[in-house]
């Protein structure tokens, strides 16, 4: 017995030196690798760098507004911070994390919609910001108030690579340590969707809306404190979306509104109900230079 | 609580502890402790269920009693017909109620008759299948004089609730285990170490190649009719691998948590897919089933020994029944009907029992052959897994035409974010390691176990799917 619990403590210790060594390296290579998403690419910009226009929000962020004809139609500097499945926590994190590097945003676009009634974050978001949960103080709080296992994962080595291996496991550390090019063009930041949508995809917003949205209420709260010009906006919907009345509803909620939903009405040029297709956001980007003079 | 959870780490550690420390000299304690904790293990999933298990085990203590009180016959069948009844009542009513009200109803609509459908809110016991065969098993063998009834009802109770097997087997016989809880244990360092390295195995069999291939799995079937020919072969081929994995990797674990406390249980896995033909298939795959439907149904319906007709009768006869036991679809009959179908030209040709020998490859044309001959086992077994794995019949048939019609061997981005040939290269690697140790139980022997060990260990913890919460398959029969 007394050799077998040797054996036991010793296969123990090489478990927990081995956790600790793969943690350590995890986090360096995440920490010192070309970024290979949006929180990475927000925590490698140039300190005190100036942006004219941000924009943030869900996928309907990411798939709709084509960075690159902003930046050569008006000669801006333009970031599509729009990730898939953010929530308003998530806005909120990178929005934050931006003016803690110092970077002067002229004007911050936010995609306010059905998020208006999430008061909840991404997964996405949240397990691609784990690497850095001990070196930033504002993710630590993020993830303190958004991460149900917030504990486990600051303080047990290598509990957050495994639990969200999905996203930053072992084939996102070795895709990372090769520098292997991410899917999204940060300089862009738009990742294009391809192919029509169904004649019976639908999209349905809520039936109410939210009283209050406490991470909107912050959001709203840092940008009026850093003198950022903020709109919000609704993304175009196809013909096809239930409760429209919804968007009625976040006009006179939100006064510095614009409302897109209803800009697009050729089906053709959406993916599915709630994403337009490559041509449909080159379209919509088009649209939106003109309507917001930008 | 599942084996490769947290909280089966921390139950485990308790019980060891008290099992080897605080009750080492007595043997009825530890089985009384073993006892307590299985019935804190499956109680952990659902208490209600204690109540079925606690009811088979009572039947069949006092059947088997009875049984060794008389040796009339006519008493002795009435005996074995009550745990007969009860047993296969219990499982029928829990497993297969609603599948047979729902045909019922169907064929009755097929024939313009409306119906009115009463189907339950049944939840399947965890393990039903497994215990009521186990706990069968012993009342047969009284019947049949082939053992003596436990006189401990705590004996018998903790055989039929053992823990590290009461899930998902591998279905033990009273013969076997039952009477090593007669025994009192000592502790060896030897069955013990092997018992931890068949843990760490069974481990990355399940979180490694079984949970990973699961991931590739899920998306393929789940979306076959966008998947193209190349896509629709892997995902079978995963699925052959998902289920070996997660299967023979709990029957490892299970095994290995036996040994540590000082119990011996039958091998349930013996490389099934390096088998060079079906016969020798299902004499390597879930073993402890097998044999238990060979003792208990083949066997009784006369076997091998009866005329060729009845012979076919026969193996179809359990295969279907196989193939039913795993759960209540169509799936599982077609696919226990498909490997009748693939046993019937060995049994017509007196060929099923060929290769009763280990699987070597030599150099020569019989090697040629031995690989022809595994590739296509495999092959059909991968077919027939399809039928297991899809939802519906009809769903497996289109699964099989659209991997013969769409001829389209590109890669494929899958919904996952990973093209779909990505996991071949960890099968691969698996196969090449279950080759290199078919003739043992497990990777880590020899001068350098420790360092194999470690080595497993570390691909564990980096290669392992922690992310998505994968029940064991076969716990759903």
New interface residues.
């Given amino acids: 017995?007394k050799?077998?619990l040797k054996?036991?403590g010793?296969?123990s210790i090489?478990?927990v030196v081995?956790?600790c060594v793969?943690d350590l390296a995890y986090t360096w290579v995440y920490e010192h690798s070309d970024p290979r998403n949006k929180t990475q690419f927000i925590l490698s910009l140039k300190e005190s760098d100036t942006l004219d226009y941000v924009f943030l929000g869900s996928s309907r962020v990411e798939n709709t507004i084509v960075t690159s004809k902003i930046k050569a139609l008006t000669d801006k500097t333009v970031l599509n911070l729009g990730t898939q499945g953010a929530k308003l926590d998530d806005v909120n994190i990178f929005l934050q994390l931006l003016l803690s590097r110092n970077i002067k945003i002229n004007k911050v676009f936010i995609q306010v919609d059905y998020l208006f009634n999430f008061e909840s974050s991404s997964d996405i978001v949240r397990s691609q910001s784990l690497p850095f949960i001990r070196k930033h103080s504002i993710i630590k709080t993020y993830l303190q108030k958004t991460d149900s296992s917030f504990n486990l994962n600051y303080y047990l080595p290598?509990y957050r690579y495994?639990?969200?291996?999905?996203?930053v496991?072992?084939?996102e550390f070795v895709a990372s340590s090769i520098n292997r090019k991410a899917?999204v063009n940060f300089n862009d930041g738009f990742l294009p969707l391809y192919g029509k949508m169904k004649s019976s995809s639908i999209s349905t917003l809520p039936k109410t809306i939210l009283k209050q949205n406490k991470s909107f209420d912050i959001i709203d709260s840092i940008c009026r404190k850093n003198k950022i010009d903020v709109i919000y906006f609704c993304a175009p919907f196809c013909q096809n979306l239930k409760n429209r009345d919804y968007v009625d509803s976040l006009k006179i909620r939100i006064p510095n509104f614009k409302d897109f939903s209803e800009v697009v009405t050729n089906n053709a040029l959406f993916q599915n109900c709630s994403h337009l297709n490559e041509e449909g956001a080159n379209y919509f980007t088009e649209l939106l230079i003109k309507e917001l003079k930008l | 609580m599942l084996f490769n959870s947290f909280s089966f780490l921390v139950f485990f550690v308790i019980v060891f502890s008290l099992y080897w420390f605080v009750f080492k000299t007595h043997n009825r304690y530890q089985n009384l402790l073993l006892l307590i904790s299985s019935y804190v293990f499956y109680g952990w999933w659902d208490w209600r269920f204690l109540s079925l298990i606690l009811f088979s085990t009572i039947v069949d203590f006092y059947v088997g009693h009875a049984l060794g009180l008389t040796i009339k016959k006519k008493h002795r069948r009435f005996l074995l017909g009550v745990s007969i009844c009860v047993n296969i009542g219990l499982l029928g009513f829990f497993k297969y109620y609603n599948f047979f009200i729902d045909n019922w109803v169907e064929v009755w609509s097929s024939l313009g008759i409306t119906m009115h459908r009463s189907t339950l809110q049944i939840i399947l016991p965890v393990g039903i299948s497994f215990y009521t065969f186990q706990t069968l098993s012993y009342t047969i063998d009284i019947y049949r004089d082939k053992i003596n009834p436990e006189k401990s009802v705590i004996n018998f109770a903790t055989f039929v609730a053992f823990f590290p097997q009461l899930v998902a087997g591998p279905i033990e016989r009273a013969k076997n285990l039952l009477p090593q809880f007669s025994i009192q244990k000592k502790f060896c360092y030897k069955k013990a170490m092997s018992g931890l390295h068949l843990i760490i195995w069974g481990l990355f069999k399940k979180v490694v190649i079984a949970d990973t291939c699961a991931t590739y799995v899920n998306v393929i079937f789940d979306n076959y009719e966008q998947m193209n020919t190349l896509s629709l072969v892997l995902g079978a081929v995963y699925f052959a691998f998902q289920i070996y994995g997660d299967f023979s990797g709990y029957s490892d674990i299970a095994v290995g948590l036996s040994r540590l406390l000082g119990f011996d249980l039958m091998r349930n896995f013996n490389y099934p897919y390096f088998s060079r033909d079906i016969a020798e298939f299902w004499r390597r795959w879930h073993i402890s089933l097998s044999t238990w439907f060979r003792d208990y149904v083949y066997i009784p319906l006369g076997g091998s020994r009866v005329s060729k007709i009845k012979q076919v009768r026969n193996v179809f006869v359990i295969f279907l029944v196989s193939g039913f036991w795993h759960g209540a679809n169509w799936t599982f009959i077609v696919w226990g009907a498909l490997n009748a179908v693939y046993f019937l030209p060995l049994l017509l040709l007196s060929r099923n029992r060929n290769y009763l020998d280990d699987i070597s490859i030599s150099k020569s044309f019989m090697g040629l052959k031995t690989i022809v001959n595994i590739a296509l086992t495999f092959m059909l077994t991968c077919l027939a897994w399809v039928f297991f794995r899809s939802n519906t019949v009809s769903d497996a048939v289109l699964y099989i035409k659209q991997i013969f019609l769409r001829n389209d061997f590109s890669s494929q981005f899958l919904s996952i974010e990973r093209y779909n040939f990505e996991a071949l290269l960890l099968v691969l690697l698996f196969v090449v390691i279950e080759w290199l140790i078919r003739h043992y139980e497990h990777p880590f022997l020899g001068k350098y176990a420790t360092i194999k060990s470690i080595g497993i260990v570390f691909l564990i913890i980096i290669l392992g799917v922690y992310s998505n919460h994968n029940d064991f398959i076969y716990f759903q029969f």
């Fill in positions: 017995m050799a077998f054996h036991i010793l296969l090489v478990i081995l956790l793969l290598f495994a639990k969200n291996d999905y996203r496991g072992f084939r899917v």
